[in-house]
């Protein structure tokens, strides 16, 4: 069987950044607000090494390293932060940073922010208490049907697909007296979502690696499980069921931007193991019924 990986697998560069931030940081009086990246082992990892998951900003105290994972935090946990003698460390990926920031200079520009994506996403809320009370979050086209005002500005979370930036764009074009739209997806994203599109429908089968609740990953498994039905979404190499893979001549192995080199190379190595202790099996097969 032909195993296809593409070229965007393993950590995004935002990731990447967030993890070196962290590599030399004392576990002792560590505290991050919520999970650095959306990935089960590498929580686990930091949480073994003492580093404390909370939001409870009343446990940090003076001399304590906090780290603001990758999806950022809310404005007035980072204004608070501010305010305290702590490291502060913040691993809040630069393309998030930066929708953040947009949102809120369009709030005091007077706009409505109009915010596409997942209303219970640490990013989206992050950037909901920068673009202000007045902004609102749209998970689906029908909420977009109720939507009105003079000056509207529409952004979207940086994880959210090409297609629904499209949809959403053409829904909410003439919402408003003032229209503004604005890109703000993430462009490694989404070349990672039209490569695993492309090389999906190549293959008879496609794992997809990541936590179920990264939202890049379930993306991509969507993504790709409209143009293959043999797309399943494991988080690890013990999840994978042989049976996918029987008959099959070709697998497509991609992952979320969260998910760690090591995994990936761990479903490989156990896609192949596979592979091998089949096609032994079917060489002693042949040998019996050759003689």
């Known amino acids: 069987m032909k195993i296809i990986t593409g070229k965007w697998i393993g950590f995004c560069s935002g990731v990447k950044r967030a993890m070196r931030l962290i590599e030399n940081i004392n576990s002792q009086k560590t505290i991050m607000l919520g999970p650095l990246i959306h990935n089960r ?4 990892t930091l949480e073994k090494k003492g580093i404390k998951i909370t939001r409870n ?3 940090v105290k003076e001399g304590y390293t906090v780290v603001i994972p990758s999806h950022g935090c809310l404005k007035e946990e980072r204004e608070s932060l501010l305010k305290k003698k702590i490291n502060l460390v913040d ?3 630069p393309i998030v ?11 005091e520009e007077g706009y409505k922010v109009v915010i596409v994506g997942d ?3 640490p990013e989206v809320k992050g950037v909901k208490s920068y673009a202000g009370e007045n902004s609102i979050v749209l998970s689906n ?3 977009a049907e109720k939507l009105e005002g003079d000056k509207i500005a529409v952004v979207f979370q940086t994880t959210s697909s090409l297609d629904s930036f499209k949809e959403f764009s053409r829904a909410l074009a003439d919402r408003g007296k003032e229209v503004r739209i604005f890109n703000t997806l993430c462009k490694e994203t989404v070349e990672r979502q039209k490569e695993a599109i492309l090389l999906a429908k190549k293959s008879e089968c496609v794992i997809v690696i990541g936590g179920k609740n990264s ?4 993306r991509i498994f969507e993504l790709c499980s409209k143009v293959n039905k043999m797309t399943y979404h494991i988080e690890n190499a013990y999840e994978i069921n042989e049976k996918w893979l029987e008959g099959k001549n070709s ?7 969260s998910t760690p080199d090591e995994v990936v190379n761990e479903v490989i190595e156990t896609v192949k193991k596979y592979e091998g202790e089949r096609g032994e099996e079917y060489g002693r097969k042949e040998a019996r019924s050759n003689n």
Do not use: D, M, P
């Not at 082992?41 to 686990?44: G, K, M, Y």
């Open 41 to 44: 082992r590498v929580v686990e």
């Open 91 to 93: 691993a809040t990926c």
């Open 215 to 218: 939202a890049n990953t379930k």
């Open 97 to 107: 940073r930066k929708l953040q920031k947009l949102s809120e200079k369009l709030k």
């Open 57 to 59: 900003l009343e446990e």
């Open 119 to 121: 209303k219970e996403h």
């Open 141 to 143: 086209l029908k909420e």
């Open 251 to 257: 697998l497509f192995i991609t992952s979320g931007t």
